[in-house]
């Protein structure tokens, strides 16, 4: 019995060995190839693929269809299941293979009708189009066939993928342009908050922060809304700013990017590539798996970037329904029938798929319905085509001056972000991408009533009359999330509007004659808080009332640095997080960190209604009041610690999750020390957990990127994470040091300068 139960133990060990090790030399065969030659049907001519030495593409094709059959198979090699999850979210798939728990989600995508809409507007591609969108799933289905391992995640969740198409292509620019207006969406909270707090809530929401620059200058003769016909000026803002000759060391324009995304998930958002035809298409930048065209970069004549832009461009309407048919609304016109479509959600584990109703208004969709109302939703994205975002996504690539650069960047649909552009003669310019809704109302975060007809959109503003600039006399300009017009015209453009890293690039951009790239890196690099600037004063009245007298000599003492070194930047993320509490807690309860939203507002105007504690037997608090329990709380948390050792990093794999395969395929990466907040320019959005008290970075640079118009070869530009998605590849997190350390990569222009840089060389060869 000894015997054979030590016979069946070692059995049992070399088992688990085997799957623990030979899983894993298995798994290891489903990563991308970077060398020799791939047999690919559908092209007309080889196609020479060089990587350099951190993954980096660059495809040299004599077609533009060869060209985008090999970015699909690129795209497929390292970034599949990210392609796939991004196309099941967009179409209200998840369920399908993580279960019940996906199911709300779908259900939510299922109403908005990303799929449905891709599938209608599929009709309206141009043959350009739809060939370029056919080669391009072409060559993601072709090397899904040729791999015999799929990458990990499909081999641990046991399916394979369905082959790509057109429609497929549509509905993930689609939902991009949703995404970019979800990342800054609070309409939901504001309105909660209005309720509770009436008038004098929305008062502060809608008023104009003066100490903020906006994007479009006060006082300037041209007016938005009064349809006169010059061009709109732009000021100062940051995170993508550019400067003109005669303001750069080089005698040239030189560009600098570095939007802001989720970076604490694997993979990162970008892939970089270079894309080269003989056919006249040339550009190098940072691509979106499951999207043929570079999103942001340049093309030998002009560069583009972009960060959201924050404009209101949703609104909810509430519709009474009629007492004798509940499939009616009331609108404007009397009551209208609902439109009711079906569809079915399959959920894995389940036997029959759930059958949902998706119901649709001339307003827009329904999102919640009771006994007595409708709650509709209104969109912009439901006005343009999904064609019409492909066929521009693919002009900007080719644009060549300013004109087709707006253009282009004004076509894709509802994207709603500010875009900067430089070009190598010099010129530098600015357009806001979004659609504008012509709205007659002020009020965009309350649910309007459906049946005023006031409350309808009047259409969108026409191209010339959005704000756009080129070459301002400043001879430099930025963009951030910051508000985009003066206080005269920001009821017309209600938004979501960060006011405090425009005034850092501000201060920085305005503190000397020239600048060289390196220098504009740094500045992407910038430590320093807006926010904490402005609100330091306020934190070192409050610890000197608290009987602090050299804690507040200290906080005024500091330069705002939300360094990972510092322990008043510690502090002060303690103080700015009790703020809300100490503001909100007696009004809101438990949901005390939703007047997080609100705390900038209330603080500024002084409303003491607000400010006030109802639990204490004080007439009125004051903000020095309430900055003194801030200080109290903060103190008892930050214990002279310094911030990086709270504020981390953590980059989670979402399979992950399950903590046995972290340990078996080496998925996360983190913790890492990580300062910043959301007033730097090395921007850091971050979220308190209460059980380990650490901040979490979720939010931040998610690429950068510096373009000096003197020589183009030597345009830099990294990422987050790296270009793969897959664990067992060399370039899964190769660009992580590198871009937590904010040092840059080389990424060249020129085929001789690629050719030098070259690592590898991969061959695509037509099928004869």
């Known amino acids: ?253 030189v560009h600098a990017s570095d939007p802001h995304l989720v970076t604490n998930q694997i993979p990162g958002f970008w892939y970089i590539a270079g894309l080269h035809s003989q056919q006249g298409l040339n550009v190098v930048g940072v691509t979106v798996p499951g999207i043929p065209f570079v999103s942001m970069g340049h093309n030998g004549q002009i560069a583009y970037a972009f960060t959201v832009a924050s404009v209101d461009i949703i609104d909810y309407y509430t519709a009474p329904l009629n007492a004798v048919d509940s499939t009616q609304i009331l609108t404007e016109n009397g009551y209208e029938e609902v439109t009711t479509t079906f569809e079915k959600i399959s959920v894995k584990g389940e036997s029959e798929p759930e059958n949902i109703a998706v119901r649709s208004t001339s307003r827009g969709i329904v999102i919640k319905q009771d006994a007595f109302e409708a709650t509709i939703l209104k969109w912009a994205g439901f006005d343009f085509s999904a064609a019409d975002i492909i066929q521009s996504g693919m002009n ?127 500045m992407q690099l910038n430590m320093i808080s807006g926010l904490s600037l402005r609100w330091k004063s306020l934190f070192a009245r409050g610890a000197g009332k608290l009987g602090k007298p050299m804690l507040r000599g200290k906080i005024e003492a500091w330069d705002g640095s939300m360094s990972e070194n510092s322990e008043i930047a510690l502090l002060f993320s303690y103080w700015w997080r009790f703020m809300a509490w100490a503001l909100f807690e007696d009004d809101l309860g438990s949901d005390w960190s939703s007047g997080q939203l609100i705390k900038e507002e209330v603080l500024t105007e002084d409303i003491s209604e607000i400010i006030d504690d109802q639990r204490t037997e004080k007439k009125v608090e004051t903000k020095e009041d309430i900055s003194e329990i801030a200080v109290g709380l903060a103190l008892t948390k930050a214990a002279n610690r310094k911030l990086g050792e709270v504020s981390k990093l953590r980059i989670r794999h979402p399979l992950a999750r399950v903590k046995i395969l972290d340990t078996w395929l080496n998925l996360n990466r983190g913790p890492f020390e990580i300062g910043g907040n959301n007033g730097s320019l090395n921007a850091n959005w971050n979220f308190y957990n209460e059980e380990d008290d650490r901040f979490y970075s979720v939010v931040g640079p998610s690429m950068r990127f510096i373009l000096d118009w003197s020589d183009v070869d030597a345009f830099t530009m990294n990422v987050a994470m790296g270009q793969s998605g897959n664990p067992f590849s060399k370039h899964y997190d190769d660009f992580l040091e590198l871009h937590n350390k904010g040092e840059r990569w080389n990424v060249p222009f020129s085929k001789k300068n690629v050719f030098a840089k070259n690592a590898n060389k991969l061959t695509f060869k037509p099928k004869k």
């Open 396 to 522: 900007l690539q080719a644009a060549d001056d300013f004109d087709s650069f707006r253009q282009a960047v004004t076509g894709l649909g509802a994207l709603d972000v500010n875009w900067t552009y430089s070009d190598k003669t010099g010129n530098i310019g600015y357009q806001l991408g979004v659609p504008i809704p012509v709205r007659s109302y002020t009020n965009t975060y309350s649910k309007l009533a459906a049946e005023q007809a006031d409350n309808n959109w009047q259409g969108y503003l026409p191209l010339a009359k959005t704000p756009h600039i080129l070459n301002p006399a400043e001879g430099w300009l930025a963009t951030c999330n910051n508000q985009i017009v003066s206080e005269k015209l920001q009821t017309k453009l209600p938004g979501f509007y960060d006011p405090y890293r425009i005034t850092r690039a501000n201060t920085l951009l305005g503190a000397k004659e020239k600048f060289s790239p390196d220098e504009l890196g740094e």
């Open 1 to 253: 019995m000894k015997k054979l139960f030590l016979r069946s133990l070692y059995a049992l060990l070399g088992i688990l060995l085997f799957v623990w090790f030979g899983g894993k030399w298995i798994l290891s065969f489903s990563t991308a190839e970077y060398s020799g030659e791939q047999i690919i049907a559908n092209l007309q001519n080889p196609v020479e693929v060089t990587f350099d030495a951190k993954g980096i593409p660059q495809i040299w094709a004599e077609t533009n269809n060869d060209l985008y059959t090999s970015l699909g198979w690129l795209h497929a090699s390292e970034r599949l299941f990210q392609m796939e999850l991004v196309r099941r979210m967009s179409k209200g798939e998840l369920s399908e293979i993580f279960g019940r728990a996906a199911f709300k989600v779908d259900l939510f995508q299922r109403k908005i009708g990303f799929a449905r809409k891709a599938q209608t507007d599929a009709a309206g591609l141009s043959p350009e189009a739809r060939a370029t969108l056919t080669s391009y799933c072409s060559g993601i289905n072709q090397w899904i066939a040729a791999k015999t391992i799929l990458p990990p995640e499909f081999v641990i969740l046991q399916f394979k993928p369905e082959p790509w198409t057109p429609e497929d292509c549509m509905v993930v620019a689609l939902y991009q342009t949703w995404y970019s207006h979800a990342l800054m969406d609070r309409d939901e909270d504001y309105a909660k908050l209005i309720e509770k707090f009436g008038d004098a809530a929305f008062n502060v929401f809608k008023k104009y922060k003066s100490w903020s620059p906006a994007t479009i200058k006060k006082g300037l003769l041209s007016s938005l809304f009064q349809q006169e016909a010059f061009p709109l000026r732009m000021t100062n803002a940051s995170n993508s700013w550019v400067v003109s000759p005669h303001k750069s060391t080089s005698g040239h324009a």
